[in-house]
């Protein structure tokens, strides 16, 4: 028979002893953060890698599908081609081109090459700044309201330093005299590296007609690119400043600046 004290034993659990729901709830909770934290890490995996990866391909099907692009720069290599270059006595450097029709938010009109990032560096621009509909699917955007290429004013673009493709990663590359080269439909816009800075974001003076110098208007015919900084970061902007040596028309060889291997 059971004394009183074996059944206030089996009735009734020591004092002393801890109900395990605490543990249960904490072993929950250090599992969700667990989760949390794989899910996090492939998430930066997809922004910082797999896009990059998508960008590019989508950015050079871009290039691919513009009629009008010179089919040797698309298809990289152009350092060693024997492509013919444009003449001199066709390279414009006092007027503006003939006016081009004011792009559609979203449209590709142009292409840029920079020998310095590679003979394979061929990237499309299309109107607009935002990252939904610009930055993210098409690569470099064009500020609205800026001067289009070769045309008196600042021809102001910018691009992801990371993610997307990143057109404007190796920004910090670019010394001065590196060219900028811009293809449209009817034109190639032949620029060179005049200077670099970095600023704050809400430095909207960097776009201006004559950068730096809104009060001045349209004096000469500049480009501008913008991307943030520092990478992995939107807090500043790295910016380079750029003036035209010429404008030629298309269809009469490829500037010679991209047959040149910066030192």
């Given at each position: ?41 492939l ?43 444009i ?9 503006d ?14 292409t ?28 470099i955007?064009?500020?609205?309201d ?8 600042n ?6 330093r ?26 190639w816009?032949?620029?060179?590296v005049?200077d ?13 007609p004559t950068p ?38 298309t269809?009469?060889g ?10």
């Open positions: 028979m059971s004394t009183p004290a074996d059944v206030e034993t089996a009735d009734h659990p020591p004092a002393h002893v801890k109900p395990r729901r605490g543990i249960t709830v904490l072993g929950v909770v250090g599992e969700l953060l667990i989760l949390a934290g794989v899910l996090l890490g998430y930066v995996v997809w922004e910082l890698f797999y896009t990059d990866v998508q960008g590019d391909r989508a950015q050079r099907d871009i290039v691919e599908e513009l009629a009008w692009a010179d089919a040797d720069v698309v298809d990289g290599d152009i350092a060693t081609s024997t492509t013919d270059t003449p001199d006595d066709l390279k414009v450097t006092d007027e081109p003939p006016a081009m029709e004011y792009p559609a938010y979203t449209e590709t009109f142009a840029m090459m920079v020998p310095r990032w590679g003979d394979d560096y061929v990237r499309p621009v299309s109107e607009g700044d935002t990252r939904r509909d610009v930055l993210d699917p098409l690569g955007g064009h500020y609205p800026t001067a289009l290429p070769g045309e008196t004013g021809f102001a673009l910018s691009g992801h990371t993610t997307y493709g990143k057109p404007f990663n190796r920004v910090d590359e670019l010394q001065k005299g590196d060219y900028l080269v811009i293809q449209t439909a009817d034109i816009a032949v620029y060179h005049t670099w800075e970095i600023v704050d974001p809400s430095a909207v003076e960097v776009i201006a730096n110098d809104p009060s001045a208007g349209a004096t000469s015919r500049f480009i501008t690119l913008t991307t943030c900084h520092p990478e992995y970061s939107a807090a500043e902007r790295w910016v380079v400043y750029g003036e035209l040596d010429y404008w030629a028309p269809g009469h490829v500037p010679a600046e991209l047959l040149e291997v910066p030192s």
